[in-house]
Nanobody, 121 residues
């Protein structure tokens, strides 16, 4: 099983980034997919989750209206489009796969290695 996150980088406040997460080694369409993030000195927190068929999506209140999660089951890839970025969004972003849509990191089975997002003011 492999989840390869990419797309992180350094941007100024108000900018945008698109994260990708390429999945392999498991049946992608059978799993809900999520993004979490962890800033230095803080706990890992939920960002967004999308159901297996993209019919259901949840966002953390802090990113609602600015971030958009999506997935392409034909190429086993998860995305997170981030706009109007704020310094508070700076963190390592992780993609995760789980059988159910959950808001708690411990409920997920597979994790990517993370990609760093830095937003400067």
């Amino acid at each position: 099983v492999q989840l390869q996150a990419s797309g992180g980088g350094s941007v100024q406040a108000g900018g945008f980034l698109r994260l990708s997460c390429a999945a392999s080694g498991f049946t992608f369409i059978n799993y809900a997919m999520a993004w979490f993030r962890q800033a230095p000195g803080k706990e890992r927190e939920f960002v967004s989750v999308i159901s297996k068929g993209s019919g259901s999506i949840n966002y953390a209140d802090s990113v609602k209206g600015r971030f958009t999660i999506s997935r392409d089951n034909t190429i086993n890839t998860l995305y997170l489009q981030m706009s109007s970025l704020e310094p508070e969004d700076s963190a390592v972003y992780y993609c995760a796969a789980g059988v159910y849509m959950r808001l708690i990191s411990g409920e997920y089975d597979y994790w990517g290695q993370g990609t760093l997002v830095t937003v400067s003011s």
